[in-house]
């Protein structure tokens, strides 16, 4: 199947659109069953955590070739997928409030 509107949507800033597509849904679902729903960087760790979503192990933007090929396809969890992505705290950044380890001592 043909997917350069796919790989359009991407160049030219639309990535709701691919994220949106049937095309995405269809491969992101065939990575969370290869990967038995199980987030990858947890399960190397010896941890276990439910994937809940699929990262690109090379992102879409400057690697548009890659978007729909299951082997740059990562099943993570969430805190997961935010450490890839050095998104720890901003959330709580964004709100003035400080990042509180979840750790007590």
Not at 48 to 56: D, L, N, P, S
Not at 70 to 80: F, M, T, Y
Request: some cysteine; proline content about 3%; charged content about 30%.
């Amino acid at each position: 199947m043909d997917n350069n509107h796919l790989f359009q949507y991407i160049t030219s800033g639309q990535l709701m659109k691919f994220y949106k597509s049937k095309e995405w849904k269809a491969l992101r679902v065939e990575a969370l069953e290869r990967d038995n729903y199980e987030c990858q960087m947890c399960k190397e760790n010896g941890k276990y955590h439910k994937a809940e979503c699929v990262h690109h192990i090379k992102e879409v933007k400057p690697y548009p070739h890659l978007a729909m090929t299951l082997s740059n396809l990562k099943s993570l969890c969430n805190p997961c997928h935010n450490k890839v992505h050095d998104r720890i705290g901003i959330h709580l950044q964004e709100q003035g409030k400080k990042f509180v380890n979840e750790e007590r001592w």
